[in-house]
């Protein structure tokens, strides 16, 4: 297992080299949207408040843009998650959003689910399913199912190769293994009103298929492989930063994806970006635009920029920070954390 501070040394100096080529770019991101009547991006509602309950996580993926493993100590504490509690009182927030890491690992996890049930919010959970086969989390299935929680999950592929090849040995068996338990207590069945979401985002260098058309053959190979069922199928776009960034130079591909994503824009889908009607908060209670934001420490523009003097009206009046990462959202038929956007 690589140490911390050798992939922080890594991921500096891929930075660094990003910069680097950025500045060598003729199209920059703002650009395009000027084009496209939509600079400076602004915010139409504040509706979802994302929240990174930390970078502690069981895997270690290496297309993971928050660089999350079993080694990283960064975790929200109660404190904050209180802070958080008072933001999503907020009228025009109706849904929270749980990221890690894997957020199931925060230890105030169950007690911050149940808070937020309580104040009538639609609550999703990013788990990355394997978490949910350890003995220590055997009852999180039955917690989700009695809180309505929404669960979203990572699934590369339905095939063993190519999960495990992305997301480490062994990972593959024990995601079906956790899919099998939701499936029981009542996700993903019609009726149930259980909802359970699958992730896609390519292995390589390159956009993600037609989402409608993928869901399908998931839903056939899922269930006659392994009696697997799920309500729907969302493809996200690699960014490149972070750990898909390192893997883009490693292989010399860094140029040939960014001039990729800036060709495939798509004024449509920039217009429906996440960050619109999303705020991120870091795990240390910091405000970003979105969660590649966060990751590349580009703060909100606003002088809310931190969960603890969380001001919904300034936060709307802010212009959304870009970059050329932001191509990633809006090429092709678009990305969110919701899948495709257009």
């Known amino acids: 297992m690589k140490t911390l501070q050798k992939e922080h040394n890594k991921l500096s100096e891929a930075s660094f080299q990003v910069k680097t080529l950025e500045n060598t770019k003729e199209i920059k991101f703002s650009e395009k949207l000027k084009e496209a009547g939509l600079f400076p991006l602004k915010p139409t509602k504040i509706e979802t408040l994302q929240i990174n309950l930390g970078k502690l996580c069981n895997q270690i993926c290496e297309h993971c843009h928050v660089d999350a493993g079993p080694d990283r100590k960064e975790i929200m504490i109660k404190e904050v998650l209180l802070q958080c509690l008072e933001a999503a009182k907020t009228p025009s927030i109706h849904t929270v959003d749980l990221t890690g890491g894997a957020p199931e690992m925060n230890p105030d996890f169950r007690w911050f689910v149940l808070e937020l049930s309580q104040l009538g919010k639609k609550v999703i959970v990013r ?133 990729k994503l800036i060709e495939s824009f798509n004024p449509l889908a920039a217009k429906e970006v996440m960050c619109r009607n999303t705020i991120s908060v870091g795990w240390d209670g910091k405000l970003f635009d979105c969660d590649f934001n966060q990751m590349l420490e580009l703060g909100v523009a606003s002088s809310s920029q931190n969960i603890k003097e969380f001001n919904n009206l300034e936060l709307e009046k802010r212009d959304i920070i870009l970059g050329q990462h932001c191509y990633g959202c809006s090429a092709g038929s678009g990305s969110s954390c919701q899948g495709s956007l257009a």
């Open 127 to 259: 788990s990355n399913l394997t978490i949910l086969t350890y003995k220590k989390y055997l009852d999180i299935p039955q917690f989700y199912a009695d809180n309505k929680v929404t669960v979203v999950s990572s699934m590369p592929c339905y095939s063993k190769d190519n999960v495990d090849k992305q997301r480490g040995n062994g990972v593959f068996e024990r995601s079906i293994q956790a899919l099998q338990k939701l499936n029981e207590v009542g996700y993903g069945k019609d009726g149930s009103g259980l909802e359970l979401d699958l992730v896609f985002n390519p292995g390589g260098a390159s956009l993600p298929p037609e989402q409608k058309a993928l869901e399908l053959d998931y839903k056939r190979e899922l269930k006659e492989l392994f009696n697997v069922e799920f309500n729907n199928l969302f493809t996200i776009t690699n960014l490149p930063i972070s750990r898909f960034l390192d893997f883009l130079l490693k292989e010399g591909k860094y140029e040939d994806y960014t001039n």
